[in-house]
């Protein structure tokens, strides 16, 4: 059993166990990315296979956000309640059981409820991303710390791309889940065994049946919740999340497909340029993260990673179309949108910090993500509506950048004043 440390928030420092940790964390974000990336990388064989129209089979990716979004609601909550150790292994480890299950399921309603199962698993993802954040980095580290944590999402990415895309050529695009669901499910064991808790970690609601509390303490619970995430900035925040991850699921979901519909590339070879740039996450967050903590601006880095990441989309539709021009495109492109992502992030959380972090950041990630729930799908319709013109939603995500640029110039930011050392 892992040891508890008492820690209050203010004294907390950066240390090697705070990588340590937050890697057994990250690896929570690398097994939820395998698990929903997964279907993305098999929508070329198992579409025609199942006979579903494009927005059908973003559908199946919409199915794992809707369950997403929904947990998230909730397990905010459930992160406050019983800690983030045991919210996040649990959650991971049920997950790799309903994407277990989707071989076997006996039609396209059962696979839309089973990644609905899966995605409602990774609901406290988010809040507990945020709890261990804070309760592991000083507060001069955090942006780094949650990008260090949320960078491991491209193991997960690289993982459904350039592993599973061999296999489910040769053994079926069934076989892929299996191998998904396996990792999950040791990402979730490590988690169980070596997911730490300190500070604001240890932290729990607790109920007193004998002693409930009263209307005026219940209110200003509510109170309290509300004045965190009824600020202006912190709403401006989540819209311009939930663009940004409704346009990065729908990049996501369609790009393998047009590579290979459009640029006729194989599946394998699709699966390679996508799964090596994304690979590059693993570094691109932890950089945006340490490039905000340096320059001490996470608004204004942002502003400049959605802006550059429209140029480089425009690069990868118009520019030369060498195989060697397209992985710079794409990496550059990468690199870019984690700029804009990442300190966003960390704003939020910044702005959370504190006794309704895990609550307040849960209906944050609940709200942006229904981006991811109506975009996957919403990028199918356009490609069936214009008779399979892939690059219409390139300039539709296009749009949704600019849309996000503009939401976090209009954000306000919290200066964090390096701590000078006491006089001896």
């Known amino acids: 059993m892992s040891e508890k440390v008492e820690v209050s928030m203010d004294e907390i420092q950066t240390t090697w166990r705070s990588w340590f940790v937050c890697a057994m964390v990250g690896l929570q974000y690398a097994a939820s990315n395998a698990v929903r990336q997964v279907w993305t990388t098999a929508i ?54 309903f994407t277990f299950l989707i071989p076997f399921a006996s039609g396209y309603p059962m696979m839309f409820v089973l990644r609905m199962a899966a995605g409602l698993s990774n609901g406290a993802l988010f809040a507990g991303v945020a709890k261990y954040q804070i309760s592991w980095f000083s507060p001069q580290t955090r942006a780094t710390g949650m990008t260090y944590m949320m960078a491991f999402s491209s193991i997960g990415a690289s993982l459904a791309s350039i592993v599973l895309a061999p296999i489910m050529v040769n053994q079926g695009w069934k076989a892929g889940f299996n191998w998904a669901a396996g990792f999950a499910l040791a990402c979730g064991a490590l988690m169980f065994a070596f997911g730490t808790e300190q500070g604001p970690a240890l932290q729990r609601i607790k109920k007193d049946k004998d002693n409930p509390p009263t209307p ?13 995430i009824g600020k202006k900035s912190f709403i401006i ?9 409704g346009m990065g699921q729908g990049f996501n979901t369609w790009i393998n497909s047009y590579f290979i519909e459009i640029r006729g590339f194989t599946i394998v070879e699709a699966g390679l340029i996508i799964g090596v740039t994304a690979s590059l996450r693993l570094f691109t967050g932890p950089l945006a993260g340490v ?41 550059l492109r990468t690199i870019f949108s984690s700029f804009a992502g990442t300190p966003l992030n960390a704003l939020q959380s ?75």
């Open 291 to 331: 490039t905000s903590d340096i320059l001490r601006t996470k608004k204004k880095l942002s502003v400049f990673g959605a802006t550059t990441t429209v140029i480089m989309t425009l690069f990868l539709m118009y520019g030369p179309g060498g195989v060697s021009v397209l992985y710079v495109i794409m990496i």
């Open 44 to 97: 070329p064989l198992a579409g025609p296979e199942l006979g579903i129209t494009q927005a059908a089979a973003g559908g199946l990716n919409s199915a794992y956000y809707i369950g997403y979004v929904i947990s998230n609601l909730i397990f905010g909550y459930l992160v406050d309640a019983i800690g983030p150790k045991i919210s996040l292994a649990v959650g991971t480890v049920f997950s790799a059981l």
């Open 237 to 245: 925040g989540t819209i311009g999340c939930f663009l940004n991850l």
């Open 216 to 228: 005026e303490e219940k209110k200003a619970e509510r109170d309290g919740l509300m004045a965190v």
């Open 350 to 424: 910044q702005a959370a910090a504190g006794k309704y972090a895990g609550r307040a950041m849960g209906m944050y990630n609940a709200v942006a993500q229904v981006g991811s729930v109506i975009f996957p799908a919403a990028y199918g319709m356009i490609i069936d509506k214009t008779g399979g013109n892939f690059t219409a939603t390139l300039w539709f995500g296009i749009v949704l950048t600019i849309a996000v640029a503009v939401c976090i110039a209009n954000m306000e930011e919290i200066a964090v004043v390096k701590k000078e050392k006491a006089a001896a």
